[in-house]
């Protein structure tokens, strides 16, 4: 299962997985409204929904377990992206709407296909898409750097409490990766500051991250849990 499958990262890692032999089940909350979307995901389906609200989650982890007869693998790459304000003009409505998708939506999920991992025979996964703008403290972004830190603890607790099922929880960071939510916020001259910082001097591009993703699916995988991994040209050294 991806959740945000329907553009962006989450179409790019879809379509890797998909290539990569895996049955992609595809969540969003636009449903297959994008045009050739469907295709991306053969053999697979896509089913609509928001991951904030607990009924539509587990309704759709149901539904597509139903279908498939379980799920080995979750990728919750669902969220909300921020433009740029005063932390002295945030709402809290506006800052509990990033921590309701980025944050509580990735656990709504997991808590719904817990018993589909724990029983997968191929070692359930768990992949939570982060962002290095916990590390950067990204000005003007107080929701959504906080939200996305939130969701970097959360994957830690997770492989803990996870782990004596053997299902392996990590989360990954891209670059700041031209797509068009970002491409909302950011412009060229955004994207090129941000790649001449990199040791790699190259823009990273979806489809860089979502190679990344595939290989923590992967059985070489098994055994790393818990951790943060940045793909970014080597942008950010921690």
Not at 18 to 42: C, K, L, N, S, T
Not at 79 to 94: M, W, Y
Request: charged share 20%; proline share 3%; hydrophobic share 45%.
């Amino acid at each position: 299962m991806v959740t945000g499958a329907a553009g962006g990262l989450g179409r790019a890692i879809v379509r890797r997985l998909a290539a990569d032999g895996f049955v992609v089940a595809g969540v969003d909350i636009a449903g297959a409204d994008v045009a050739g979307v469907d295709e991306d995901v053969h053999p697979g389906r896509f089913w609509r929904c928001d991951v904030s609200e607990a009924d539509a989650t587990g309704q759709v982890v149901h539904d597509i377990a139903g279908v498939y007869g379980g799920v080995d693998v979750l990728v919750n790459n669902a969220g909300v992206l921020s433009g740029r304000f005063s932390l002295l003009d945030s709402t809290p409505g506006e800052v509990r709407r990033f921590f309701d998708v980025n944050a509580l939506g990735a656990l709504l999920m997991v808590q719904a296909c817990f018993p589909y991992l724990r029983d997968s025979r191929l070692r359930g996964r768990v992949i939570n898409v982060a962002s290095r703008t916990f590390f950067t403290g990204a000005p003007g972004q107080l929701g959504y750097v906080a939200s996305k830190g939130a969701l970097l603890g959360m994957t830690r607790v997770m492989a803990r409490e996870l782990g004596e099922y053997r299902i392996a929880v990590n989360a990954v960071m891209p670059a700041q990766v031209a797509t068009p939510g970002t491409r909302a916020h950011s412009g060229d001259d955004t994207f090129t500051r941000t790649m001449r910082q990199q040791a790699i001097e190259e823009f990273v591009t979806p489809e860089h991250f979502a190679g990344l993703v595939s290989f923590l699916c992967s059985p070489d995988a098994e055994m790393i849990t818990g951790q943060t991994m940045v793909c970014d040209g080597g942008g950010l050294l921690h």
